[in-house]
């Protein structure tokens, strides 16, 4: 199994930046994806951000540009770097993992959230 913990988030002013970061109980190297979603109230938790373990990213329109997520495996963390926040970021920010406790079968983890909220 994968534990996640994530830290960083805050309340910050419209064209703010922040870093969010989720450190993992595993070895990032051997987890073959890792990403980001976010949920607002009344809305569908939604990917923000994607990062495989041979380093593609894939990144939602709505933050393309803007967002930046990257992998430290010396570490075992996951970052959100988020420039230019918009007031439509306010969100809970969720890191996910995906990784196979039996060798083939991949299994969804979950952290437990770090709220995000940017002020106009």
């Known amino acids: 199994q994968v534990q996640l913990v994530e830290s960083g988030g805050g309340l910050v002013q419209a064209g703010d930046s922040l870093r969010l970061s989720c450190a993992a109980s595993r070895d990032t190297i051997y987890i073959p994806a890792m990403g980001w979603y976010r949920q607002a109230p009344g809305k569908e938790r939604e990917l923000v951000a994607s990062?495989?373990?041979?380093?593609?990213?894939n990144y939602a329109d709505s933050v393309k540009g803007r967002f930046t997520i990257s992998k430290d495996n010396a570490k075992n963390t996951l970052y959100l770097q988020m420039n230019s926040l918009k007031p439509d970021d306010t969100a809970v920010y969720y890191c996910n993992a995906v990784w196979s406790p039996t060798g083939w079968a991949l299994n969804a983890y979950w952290g437990q959230g770090t709220q995000v909220t940017v002020s106009s």
């Open positions: 990062i495989t373990s041979g380093g593609n990213t």
